[in-house]
């Protein structure tokens, strides 16, 4: 089973900067086989990115995923305020795991 | 546009059997090559995979919850099911089901991309 870690576990930034969460994996991952997720209060996660860095069906473009192996990133160029929520990173296919989330907060 | 419905009861007495179903609309559970899942959220924390089963009846288990699930799949209705044994306040959390495009088959987009709203589930006597 591999493990994801993510960090950090909050992160408070403001409208307009830009954010960076990363997702760690205790082995690689197969061909980047790697998500995220947002998620808000109440909600259901949402399909960001997969294959670590392709943008799911109408995901702004400020949403860019990257990396491989075992080390990869998450970054929302200027946030906006509905970007703030929990993020998941996930290692999809037989075993569909996911990291423990990073809160993005409003500063 | 394929969407999913959760239901089942809210309330399972501890020891009893949570049974949840998820509810296919706007597409054939059997089309596809997708891995019909469920996973969990207890409260205030990060979310659990479940299992999955494929529209063969096929199914794959998170170990640490193996010896209590199944997870089937009935066609004729469009639907998939959950079942958790032997549950305890431990298992109270939200139950989501979700449609997975596994790596490796021929499709446009990957992973969880559709989610039903999710169903809270409460275990107490």
């Known amino acids: 089973e591999i493990v994801l870690t993510q960090s950090p576990g909050t992160l408070c930034l403001s409208p307009g900067e830009r954010a960076t969460l990363s997702c760690r994996a205790s082995?690689?991952?197969?061909?980047?086989?790697l998500a995220w997720y947002q998620q808000k209060p109440g909600q259901a996660p949402r399909l960001l990115i997969y294959?670590?860095?392709s943008r799911a069906t109408g995901i702004p473009d400020r949403f860019s995923g990257s990396g491989s192996g075992t080390d990869f990133t998450l970054t929302i160029s200027r946030l906006e305020p509905e970007d703030f929520a929990v993020y998941y990173c996930q290692q999809y296919g037989n075993s569909p795991f996911f990291g423990q989330g990073t809160k993005l907060e409003i500063k | 546009q394929v969407q999913l419905q959760e239901s089942g009861p809210g309330l399972v007495k501890p020891s009893q059997t949570l049974s949840l179903t998820c509810t296919v609309s706007?597409?054939?559970?059997?089309?596809?090559?997708?891995?019909w899942s469920w996973i969990r959220q207890h409260p205030g924390k990060g979310l659990e995979w479940i299992g999955y089963t494929y529209y063969s009846g096929s199914t794959y288990y998170n170990p640490s919850l193996k010896s209590r699930v199944t997870i089937s799949v009935d066609t004729s209705k469009n639907q998939f099911s959950l079942k958790l044994s032997s549950v305890t306040a431990a298992d109270t959390a939200v139950y989501y089901c979700a449609r997975e495009i596994p790596p490796g088959v021929p499709a446009v987009i990957y992973g969880m991309d559709v989610w039903g709203q999710g169903t809270t589930v409460t275990v107490s006597s």
């Open positions: 082995q690689s991952v197969s061909s980047s086989y």
């Open positions: 294959g670590a860095s």
């Open positions: 706007g597409g054939s559970i059997s089309s596809g090559y997708y891995y």
